[in-house]
């Protein structure tokens, strides 16, 4: 008969380390398109563009949304990137870029 084993990769009594995540979350302004928001979406984070174009009505009604939830040096990165993506041709008070900000993401 064989001889069965205690899995050893589990812990008990004790919690794993976790990477800590973080959200990248867009700011809404009144300088920038639907249409901007959604290209942006699509060249920065491969998004298609319906999950882009959700992102730009919840940025409209609510004032925010996450659009990447990852390791910090990432969401760094990511929203460098916003913040370089550039003015909304099609809007001319448009100046620059939109903004973002990264807050720890909720820890399950």
């Given at each position: 008969?064989?001889?069965?084993?205690?899995?050893?990769?589990?812990?008990?009594?004790?919690?794993?380390?976790?990477?800590?995540?973080?959200?990248?979350v867009?700011?809404?302004?009144?300088?920038?398109?639907?249409?901007?928001?959604i290209?942006?979406?699509?060249?920065?984070?491969?998004?298609?563009?319906?999950?882009?174009?959700?992102?730009a009505?919840?940025?409209?009604?609510?004032?925010?949304?996450?659009?990447?939830?990852?390791?910090?040096?990432?969401?760094?990165?990511?929203r460098?990137?916003?913040?370089?993506?550039?003015?909304?041709?099609?809007?001319?008070?448009?100046?620059?870029?939109?903004?973002?900000?990264?807050e720890?993401?909720?820890?399950?």
């Amino acid at each position: 008969m064989p001889t069965v084993t205690p899995d050893t990769n589990i812990e008990h009594g004790t919690e794993q380390e976790h990477t800590p995540l973080y959200n990248v979350v867009l700011l809404d302004d009144d300088d920038h398109t639907y249409e901007y928001v959604i290209e942006m979406l699509c060249r920065l984070f491969a998004m298609g563009t319906g999950q882009a174009y959700n992102h730009a009505v919840e940025v409209d009604s609510t004032g925010r949304t996450i659009v990447i939830t990852c390791e910090l040096e990432h969401a760094q990165f990511a929203r460098d990137q916003i913040h370089g993506y550039g003015a909304d041709w099609r809007m001319p008070k448009s100046k620059g870029s939109m903004s973002a900000i990264i807050e720890p993401a909720a820890s399950e």
